[in-house]
């Protein structure tokens, strides 16, 4: 087949289905060089073997400032709220080892697997509450009622926000969010009202340790090493900014695809209606791989020429890798277009691979879970309100996500 037939890319239908397109590309052109929207041309990596490699491979820097004034360009110009608020872009998502690998062994000794488990009856209750504001009405719109609050609320909390203070994150969120992170005075508005903040706050707690997770970042140390003021705020900015959209994207396109599937759904249902959670747990891996969140992984960028998949990469060139396109390769994954709850043998990316790998894994999962959970038991006859076609997804290049998500169901 030749270049003719390639799919058009970036449009809006193919916001709205991007499956078909990542299907010819893995199969015509599996690394190919593209313009972006932006302008700036990328490799795109669309296949499960050459996706995970570049994972991997620690000739592509996430740190565009040092390799060359083209990598700087380009994310610059897709604009991750960057280069501007710079001290809270020195985060896990933005450098290469050796920092990375100081940076991530003091995080990972404050927020451990055992924290995030301590904190699943508060994730409950924060789910119960938002499900209760609105199901005696008998619709809603579940991205702004449910997915979008409930992992604002979860990561405050965990990080020891105080509750006062907890609606003016929900604010800087929402203006990250709807700007899709591009460089627009809204978000970098919100990024240094967020920054002046989270100093102050850590400020504060360094006089007053408590349990949470700032405090457990302040007091982490690691042969003697602790964390700066401003490595801390970087930190709990990336685990807010990594941890927000992520998540509401999981439930949003969780339940979206649910609400498609009927079959699937019904065992679902009736497998959590005995009390057996089994197929919950195969069920969120299942949806991180059919309909992720992250579509394609944060920028990558070659140090020195490289060869991926039979192409030959020039350094300093920016490599996106599709974690979406991947997850559908049915070189890796049977039936890959077959949602499949029960699916077993399913070794997705949708958290990344290598060193990057999804620090916060475990909460979304916590947090998906509990939110289909009482979604479906609670309300178990929802439906979507709105034709699919009319449906409207966020147009980012990063993330995969709907903007509302209208349902009906029986008020209960
Ligand atoms: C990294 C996905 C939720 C914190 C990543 C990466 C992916 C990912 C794909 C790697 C990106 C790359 O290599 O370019 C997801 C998904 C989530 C989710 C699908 C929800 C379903 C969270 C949560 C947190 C979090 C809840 C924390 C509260 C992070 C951090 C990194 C990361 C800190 C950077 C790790 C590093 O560079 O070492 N995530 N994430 N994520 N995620 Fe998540």
Known sequence: MTDATAPTLFTWEFASDPYPAYAWLREHAPVRRTTLPSGVDAWLVTRYADARQALADARLSKNPVHHSEQAAHAKGKVGIPGERGAELMTHLLNIDPPDHTRLRRLVSKAFTPRRTAAFEPRVQELTRGLIDAFAARGSADLIHEFAFPLPIYAICDLLGVPAEDQDDFRDWAGAMIRHGGGPRGGVARAVKRMRSYLLELIHRKRADLGDDLISG???????????????????????????????????????????????????????????????????????????????????????????????????GEPVLVVLAAADRDPGRFAGPDTLDLARRDNPHLGFGHGIHYCLGAPLARLEGRTALAQLLTRLPDLQLAQNPEDLRWRGGLIMRGLRTLPVTFSAD
């Open 217 to 315: 970042l302040i007091r982490a140390s690691d042969h003697g090493e602790h964390l700066t003021e401003n490595e801390a705020a970087a930190m709990a900015f990336i685990l807010l900014f990594a941890g927000f959209e992520t998540t509401v994207n999981l439930i949003g396109n969780g339940t979206y695809a649910l609400l498609r599937h009927p079959v699937q759904r019904a065992l679902l249902q009736d497998a959590l209606a005995a009390g057996d959670s089994a197929l919950l747990d195969t069920a969120i891996e299942e949806l991180l791989r059919w309909d992720g969140p992250v579509e394609i992984a944060t920028w990558r960028f070659a140090t020195e020429p490289l060869t991926l998949g039979g192409q030959r990469i020039g350094e």
